[in-house]
């Protein structure tokens, strides 16, 4: 290909350009030239680069097709550079305090917002496609980001329902062999749904159509108020799911986060997506403090069970963000850790989208953290919400 570069550029048609590559076998006849040729082009070629390309070129398509910007925003973001332009240049204190990079970071808004959705959706369907890969039931479902109006009130209501969900499933711990008719035997990582718990010590369960007892010992109880339990999500059966959420997922997410996120370069102080969504979700659960603190304190005293409430995803972020932090400070987890494992709860909870919509309504603390031309003080949010629901 690298030998008829000057033919393939002077191509004006697709056809044209696969003729010469179809051609170009043929026209091969020395095989040193070839030789150093390639030597020549590897020499320069490496993963990153290709990976580059890739992702521009890939960001270039989507934006040109319009799948991520309408037309109206592209107006809106093209007056509001030239607004920007307009300004006076800043002081050098301010250089200094936060950096030069604004202009060329607005400057390039559009298509670095491009990259970060394109590499977020990539990584989605990554993970979507593992599920339906490993969990056949999971093939049937659609894969198309739905952006209607809509779409958005439908959330708090299946949000509820999914967590009114009171069906008691267990996980085999180890293999149980059946030895007679009123026993229920099974394999390691079998899911069992769990008819009668009346006995500590054997319960009543069934299991491909079977019904019998077995040692409550031998399986351990599905969480499952807010999702459904698949082999495909547990890492502990299916290992190469970690690799697929935390090596890939979570990257993306962190890259969105981190996208015009204020770092002060001067005064070194710490600047992290985790300081923001720790402040965040105390910020939203604020609103409902007294509310919540009273449940927290009477639950404590009395030891009540709340497997029955149904939290809100407000609730929920702050719980968990606390949780982590109490998990992770004891081993000082970076907060790069931190925010891999909060992620991994939105997405067992299945409330990562409810969690960005959460965030990002918290205004002050978003302007607080977020220049003006970051995705998050941007409406493209809402499509990145979609994009994970």
């Not at 496609?129 to 039931?137: E, I, L, N, S």
């Not at 997506?273 to 910020?283: G, K, M, T, V």
Request: net charge negative.
């Amino acid at each position: 290909v690298s030998l008829q570069e000057d033919e393939l550029i002077q191509s004006e048609n697709s056809a044209s350009i696969f003729n010469t590559l179809s051609d170009i076998p043929s026209q091969i006849e020395d095989a040193d030239v070839l030789l150093r040729e390639a030597m020549r082009v590897a020499g320069s070629l490496t993963d990153v680069a290709v990976e580059t390309q890739r992702r521009k070129h890939l960001a270039y398509l989507i934006a040109e097709q319009g799948q991520l910007l309408n037309s109206s925003t592209t107006v809106n973001n093209l007056s509001k550079i030239v607004r920007r332009r307009t300004q006076r240049r800043k002081s050098g204190i301010t250089s200094l305090l936060f950096g030069d990079d604004d202009l060329e970071a607005l400057k390039a808004k559009n298509i670095k917002q491009t990259e970060l959705v394109a590499d977020l959706r990539e990584a989605i369907l990554q993970v979507a496609r593992h599920f339906q890969c490993v969990d056949p039931k999971n093939c049937s479902i659609d894969l198309t980001p739905d952006y209607s109006m809509e779409s958005h009130q439908r959330d708090h209501e299946n949000y509820v329902a999914c967590s009114r969900n009171r069906r008691r499933r267990a996980k085999a711990l180890l293999d149980f062999e059946r030895h007679d008719d009123d026993e229920l035997g099974f394999r390691k990582n079998d899911i069992i749904t769990i008819i009668s718990q009346k006995d500590e010590h054997c319960w009543v369960g069934e299991l491909n159509g079977l019904r019998g007892w077995f040692p409550a010992k031998f399986v351990e109880i599905l969480d499952e108020r807010s999702k459904e339990y698949s082999i495909a999500g547990d890492d502990s059966v299916t290992e190469g799911v970690t690799d697929l959420v935390r090596g890939t997922l979570c990257p993306a997410l962190k890259s969105i986060f981190e996208h015009g996120l204020k770092k002060p370069s001067l005064l070194g102080g710490p600047c992290h997506p985790w300081l923001f969504i720790e402040e965040a979700a105390s910020r939203e659960v604020e609103r409902d403090f007294d509310s919540v603190y009273s449940r927290l304190v009477l639950c404590k005293t009395y030891r009540l069970d709340e497997d029955g409430k149904v939290l809100t995803p407000e609730e929920l972020l702050y719980r968990a963000v606390q949780a982590v932090n109490m998990t992770h400070d004891a081993a000082h987890a970076q907060m790069d850790v931190k925010l891999r494992s909060l992620i991994c709860v939105g997405l067992n909870e299945q409330v990562l989208h409810l969690w960005l919509e959460v965030l990002c309504s918290s205004l002050q603390t978003v302007e607080k953290w977020f220049h003006p031309w970051s995705f998050l003080r941007s409406p493209g949010w809402v499509q990145i919400k979609c994009e994970l629901r």
